[in-house]
């Protein structure tokens, strides 16, 4: 019965799909066969903004960006619970199935709330910029149609999988439940990247002429310079992020919890979800700085505007935001090692692993120019600082941010070995070959950044920070490979879950709370690149709001939303707990007696 | 062989070197690839 209606599901989204994307492709051929009525792109004047007495760029700026937060919650959650069910399932502990289950119950109060918010971001589009809107659906066409398509067919997944949980889950039927799961990201992550196009496509348009008439295919208006890099980094960030959301659920109910059995579960929880949040936050620098480059490479002015003009600012609070996502991570990581009595041989290391973060994180806080009075000059006679000066500049903060991420991993690698005493009979070269990844990774990190960073020329500089981010790789994916060898019959010494002070929950609260807000920050960054533009070069902004906020302001549009997020990702915690809880039927003493 | 993997000099040193050498052909890849080439020395190649 089960197998017959996954078939049938799986069927039907084989079916709609392509035949969706069949509509919007002939769509574009008519489109592109009809060359001789290409229209161009409006040239908008102030009267064709419908003047509501309200800022209409702060309610659209909202309603995004809290559509933003929830799309990115509910599309990574089945990502991780995917294969967090598969390692329950293949190594038959049920309690990864269980867990995997639970962080499914959060996301799906969510995904309602994120459908809401995306209405609402539709209307508040088409209401206060219908000329522009107008010309986004004259040039993604039918493919807005294949966008809905795959929101009924997500729904469905999404509901399937979630209320399919118990009935599929043991035996041949599991394997149902799996690829329904595997079906539910699929088409989750298509909805993402094709979202993604109309954001990459405003920023750095394709598949149009210089005018703004459509030349092109679907395929080739989505295909932008800026896609693939956009959506590499929003897949990672996502995944970080969702990791991150249901971490605090864990330490709420850590927290609240009454038995030793609910810390222990919860503690669990905990591990896992920052677990999760830290492995795909450790290469999301490198997914930001590959889309950076793609910026420069598209266009230097767009690229200055954000890295050397007044956006440079921002990067300073980008790296505040950061360092505390590192230092908070790496906290309860420290935390976490006192479960296990197997970790006092590796405690020395944590006071240098946070010397490390620190002035990192101090050298990253560095700003290059600071804003001055005439004395002030004088006193420091010069607008630079002569000993931090040379800190303010990328090869500083690019040696910062990789030996960051290295310090992190250490970390990682740390807790993982604590529980453990390895036996296999190369451990003496397997950890000299660590050792040795680690100092020279180092070595060439510091040499890379200082030597062609400030001793060579400027293109030695820039291709030089390609060496760093693959030293920085190495040692993670040499660490995780070394690791895994050499943890075969490994002995495992006893670990008490639940045996974890307190503060360490509050930095699972730090983390999503600096996310949240550094997703704020960055999604304020790449849209206001754009200037004043709506779609970059070709469709001109020219609303009463076409230019970029101020700091201040977008630092209170910022907090706003992200305060918003939280308060009703508390409300869904208290909704999932809620539906935990059974009333006891009131005794009637009288009809007793 | 086996005794000399027993030493730790030798495999520390062997493990170092080894792990150089991997560095430093992959700092040449790199910025071969981007067009960038180094001198033995690691200098900035004309």
């Known amino acids: ?49 419908p003047n509501m007495g309200f800022s209409s760029r702060s309610v659209v700026w909202i309603l995004a960006q809290m559509h933003l937060f929830f799309a990115a919650f509910v599309l990574a959650v089945p990502i991780f619970v995917l294969v967090i069910e598969f390692i329950g399932f293949k190594y ?3 309690r990864y199935d269980d867990m995997a289950h639970e962080f499914m119950k959060i996301s799906i109060t969510a995904y309602s709330i994120t459908a809401l918010f995306g209405g609402s971001l539709a209307f508040a589009l088409f209401l206060l910029y219908p000329q522009f809107m107008a010309y986004m659906m004259r040039v993604f066409n039918t493919q807005t149609l294949v966008y809905a398509g795959l929101f009924f067919a997500e729904s469905a997944l999404l509901y399937i999988y979630y209320y399919g949980w118990n009935a599929m889950r043991y035996g041949e039927a599991k394997w149902g439940h799996l690829t329904i799961g595997l079906l539910l990201n699929a088409v989750g992550t298509t909805l993402l990247v094709v979202a993604n196009s109309w954001a990459t496509f405003m920023m750095a348009p394709s598949g149009i002429n210089e005018v703004g008439a459509v030349t092109g295919s679907i395929w080739e208006i989505m295909k932008g310079p800026l896609w693939n890099p956009l959506n590499l980094h929003r897949v990672l960030a996502n995944i970080a992020f969702g990791g991150a959301v249901v971490g605090a659920y864990a330490a709420y109910k850590f927290l609240s919890a009454k038995t030793m059995a609910e810390k222990a579960h919860y503690d669990w929880m905990g591990y896992t979800s920052n677990f999760i949040a830290v492995l795909a936050f450790l290469p999301l620098p490198f997914a930001g700085y590959w889309l950076m480059a793609e910026i420069y490479a598209y266009s230097q002015q767009m690229g200055i505007t954000a890295m050397g003009g007044i956006l440079a600012w921002l990067f300073v609070v980008q790296a ?21 009595e197997g970790s006092e041989r590796y405690t020395w290391m944590i006071k240098y692993i946070a010397l490390v ?50 310090a992190t991993f250490l970390s990682f690698q740390l807790y993982r070995r604590s529980d453990k005493v390895i036996t296999v009979s190369w451990a003496k070269a397997g950890n000299a070959l660590m050792v040795a990844i680690y100092v020279i990774a ?22 030089s920070s390609v060496m760093q ?13 070394i690791d895994t060898l050499m943890f075969k019959n490994a002995k495992t010494l006893p670990s008490t879950w639940g045996k974890v002070n307190n503060f360490s929950q509050y930095a699972l609260f730090a983390l999503p709370v600096a996310f949240t807000w ?33 700091i201040g302001h977008a630092g209170n549009m910022m907090t706003i939303a992200t305060v918003l997020f939280l308060l009703i990702i508390v409300f869904i915690f208290w909704i999932a707990s809620l539906s935990n809880t059974k009333q006891v039927p009131e005794v009637d003493n009288a009809s007793n007696c | 062989m086996k005794s000399l993997l027993d030493n730790t000099v030798v495999v520390v040193l062997g493990a170092f070197i080894l792990t150089f050498l991997v560095f430093y052909g992959l700092d040449h890849f790199i910025m071969a690839i981007q067009g960038l080439p180094l001198n033995l020395n690691m200098t900035p190649a004309q």
């Open chain 1, 92 to 94: 038959k502990d049920d």
């Open chain 1, 357 to 406: 973060l620190i002035v990192g994180f101090l050298i990253w806080v560095t700003p290059h120019t600071l804003i001055l009075t005439p004395s002030e000059v004088a006193t420091l006679g010069g607008s630079h600082h002569h000993t931090l000066g040379p800190l303010g500049i990328m090869p500083a903060k690019n040696i910062a941010v990789n030996l960051m991420l290295i």
């Open chain 1, 442 to 463: 180092i070595a060439n990190i510091i040499f890379a950044g200082v030597y062609y960073g400030y001793f060579t020329n400027t293109v030695y500089k820039v291709g």
């Open chain 1, 469 to 481: 981010v693959a030293s920085t790789l190495i040692v993670i994916i040499g660490g995780v490979i």
């Open chain 1, 320 to 340: 505040i935001l950061i360092g505390t996502i590192l230092l908070s991570a790496n906290y309860y990581l420290w935390s976490g090692m006192s479960r296990c």
């Open chain 1, 1 to 49: 019965m089960h197998i017959r209606l996954i078939l049938l599901i799986i069927l039907l989204v084989g079916f709609v799909t392509p035949s969706l994307a069949e509509i919007a492709s002939n769509s574009s051929e008519v489109v592109a066969n009809t060359e001789t009525t290409l229209t161009p792109a409006p040239e908008l004047k102030r009267s064709d903004y």
């Open chain 1, 518 to 550: 550094l997703m704020a920050l960055m999604g304020y960054v790449r849209s206001s690149v754009r200037t004043n533009w709506h779609v970059y070069t070709v469709m001109k902004d020219n609303s009463p709001e076409n230019y970029i906020p101020a």
